[in-house]
């Protein structure tokens, strides 16, 4: 019995000689098989694991719902993750900011790719001589560790040259892309008068629609750091996947692929748990952005209305309100911060410290046991082994360290990616004439909700002309349900009636600003209405662009107008003097606070008379200009051919009117000729009898 235990005991030590023999002859091509699967075990994982290994969570718009009321519940978001809606957003941004292979961000983005491959094959190089300059001082070889460390000095020369111009590509690949990006919003965001009822999408953005309350914030707040983060994560990502491959490449090469794939298999079972530990930060970031625009946006209102607010002495209201969306911010900071806390403590025990001690298993491996292929016999040829390949995996170890970390900064990615695809996405959708706007509750009525789902016509003609056309507010009042009217050129139509009967309703219809529900529209292109608000718009500039806004100087010269000509028209609304008094043409102010209320209103008019516009829309236009002048504006805007559509409570505005619109306040109207001076004989008769009333 011990003698048959002993025959096979020889019998299967034979057969391991054997399998080992027949494996060391053959053990060349198992490894070059191993290298290739570890390079795509390596890119399928990188691509499962930041595409196809999260679930689709959502068509990436976001939507509301409507109450019972009629009015929308609060959109909610999807959930913003790693997923196949981030990179069908991310998809559609790269096609805006790297429009083709020969543009500047494709070259940039090649001379980055070339750095790094560059930056790489030098710490290989620095690897391998740091393993050298250790055997050297093992060895006692005074003139080869001198050699040793001139190769380090000259090689350090390169490396810091590719480190800055690392650097200062990355930084310019995010400032090309934010150029890309902007330039393609602003293009929408502010389009000209040629886009036609697409156009104008920065008013309907803010007027018709409740989506986006901060644009200004992320188009340049979102904008920045989604492009910042575009151009790291570029860096972050491909060089570490690089670095992975040819680091644990030289690595087989010097302790055997089987070693590798054991590291590997453990390495890749950790890094689930940790992935399944990640916290969502990219739905932090995306609400981090949210929140500081909330914020942004009550600071704005409170600038906005300071006059009302300090009348009104609403400083405490106005407190309580910016500290408490204050505190909605700090709370949400303090609670990622709390998770980063953690996450970080468990993220460098696993990175550094666990995968740092399956790295010193695998540098012990051709120390403890000879490998075919290793030269190492010597204790100066070991100690350059283990060097070398303990700096290897010290490198390959930071890379797929960099790897993790560049998913938690994919997260924060998707977060600013959700936010500027939000913009696109809400620009293109009122471009389209679909807004999403809370509606008051008579909105949800069957007669209302029947004329809020309709659609009018509009026709470009020379008179204006509506028929049967409702008067809607953006959120679904209905101040006329059918509103007809027809005013040709020449013939001034003065507009009267209580405040919010939907006048100035009106004006936003004609110039293409409020979408048409029903009826029928004729009436000239926007850019032949002019309007002229009881408080003007005063644009940043030079005193001659406030007349001549928005065309620039050269614009000006173009049609042949000279500033003798601006001061000429200046002389009709009696304002020539402010030139000398404010310094000449090309000073320039805040003229808002430069000018008094009624100067505002003057150089308005003097705009007007610059352009010359078939139709002017006064709105309260002369209230703080005495009546003299005021005739004479109104004089010389008819010997100019221009039609006057006026809103005004002053009676000595009737006499240069021929039709009248007047607005009962209760949904009906009246459009009649204006007879200036029975009109007149009316109001005093009416204030006579108001007086004798009081005396009662």
């Not at 491959?245 to 054991?262: D, F, P």
């Not at 040829?381 to 390949?389: A, K, S």
């Not at 926007?526 to 005193?543: A, E, K, M, N, V």
């Not at 009906?668 to 007879?675: I, R």
């Amino acid at each position: 019995m011990a003698a048959f235990s002993t025959l096979r005991g020889k019998h299967t030590k034979e057969q391991l000689a054997r399998i080992s023999k027949l494996y060391a002859s053959h053990r060349p091509l198992i490894q070059r098989v191993l290298n290739i699967s570890f390079v795509f075990y390596a890119l399928g994982t990188t691509y499962y694991g930041f595409s196809g290994g999260q679930r689709r969570s959502g068509s990436g718009k976001v939507k509301g719902k409507a109450r019972a009321d009629g009015r929308p519940e609060e959109a909610k978001p999807d959930k913003v993750a790693v997923d196949a809606v981030f990179y069908q957003r991310l998809s559609r941004i790269l096609k805006i900011i790297i429009p083709g292979i020969r543009s500047k961000e494709a070259l940039l983005l090649l001379m980055h790719s070339s750095l790094l491959v560059f930056r790489t094959a030098i710490s290989l190089y620095v690897a391998a001589l740091d393993g050298k300059i250790v055997a050297s001082l093992v060895r006692v070889e005074p003139l080869k560790f001198l050699f040793n460390i001139l190769r380090w000095l000259l090689v350090a020369i390169p490396a810091t040259w590719c480190n800055s111009w690392l650097s200062y590509v990355q930084n310019k690949l995010a400032i090309a892309y934010r150029t890309r990006l902007t330039r393609e919003v602003l293009s929408q965001y502010l389009g000209d008068a040629s886009q036609g009822p697409e156009g104008k999408v920065y008013y309907k953005i803010a007027n018709l629609d409740d989506r986006i309350k901060n644009p200004d914030q992320m188009i340049t707040h979102d904008i920045h750091r989604f492009t910042t983060h575009l151009a790291a994560i570029y860096s972050n990502l491909a060089k570490p996947v690089l670095d992975v491959i040819l680091y644990n490449y030289q690595l087989s090469q010097n302790v055997g692929a089987e070693g590798l794939v054991g590291l590997t298999i453990a390495v890749q079972s950790t890094a689930v748990l940790l992935r399944y530990l990640t916290p969502p930060f990219g739905a932090y970031a995306a609400l981090s952005g949210q929140l500081a625009g909330s914020l942004r946006h009550t600071h704005s209102r409170l600038v906005e209305f300071a006059e009302e607010i300090a009348f009104m002495e609403g400083e405490r209201t106005e407190r309580l309100l910016v500290e408490r969306e204050y505190a909605t911010v700090i709370k949400h900071e303090n609670k990622v911060l709390e998770r980063r806390w953690w996450f970080g403590c468990v993220e460098e025990g696993v990175i550094k410290w666990l995968w740092g001690s399956f790295g010193l298993v695998l540098c012990g491996i051709p120390v403890f046991f000879k490998l075919p292929g290793t030269g190492f016999t010597d204790l100066g040829g070991r100690t350059e082994g283990f060097v070398t390949n303990r700096r290897l995996l010290l490198s390959a170890s930071d890379a797929f360290g960099r790897m993790m970390y560049s998913y938690k900064d994919l997260s924060e990615l998707a977060g600013y990616t959700a936010r500027v695809s939000q913009l696109l996405d809400t620009i293109e959708d009122v471009k389209r004439g679909e807004f999403e706007k809370a509606l008051v509750s008579s909105a949800s009525t069957d007669a209302n909700a029947q004329i809020l789902s309709g659609r009018g016509q509009v026709f470009e003609a020379e008179d204006i002309q509506f028929e049967n056309v409702p008067i809607v507010t953006p959120n679904g009042d209905i101040l006329l349900k059918g509103l007809s009217f027809h005013v040709k050129p020449g013939q001034h139509l003065l507009i009267v009636g209580p405040n919010g009967c939907g006048k100035s309703s009106l004006f936003r219809i004609l110039g293409g600003l409020w979408p048409v529900y029903g009826g029928i529209v004729r009436k000239p292109p926007s850019s032949q209405f002019i309007l002229i608000p009881q408080r003007p718009y005063l644009s940043l500039g030079t005193l001659r662009d406030q007349i001549i806004y928005p065309h620039s100087e050269a614009d000006m010269k173009a049609r042949g107008v000279t500033d003798d000509d601006l001061l000429r028209i200046l002389s009709v609304v009696q304002m020539e003097g402010v030139v000398e008094r404010e310094g000449g043409w090309d000073a320039a102010r805040e003229w808002r606070e430069s000018l008094s209320g009624g100067d505002q209103q003057k150089i308005a008019w003097a705009r007007l008379f610059y352009h010359r516009p078939k139709y002017a829309v006064l709105d309260e236009a002369t209230s703080l200009v005495p009546t003299e002048v005021e005739g004479l504006m109104m004089e010389h805007a008819t010997d100019l051919g221009i039609t006057l559509l006026t809103v005004s409570h002053r009676p000595s505005l009737w006499k240069y009117h021929q039709l009248i619109l007047h607005y009962d306040g209760q949904g009906g109207y009246v459009f009649t000729e204006l007879d200036a001076e029975k009109r007149l004989a009316l109001q005093e008769e009416k204030q006579a009898l108001e007086a004798k009333l009081l005396e009662v």
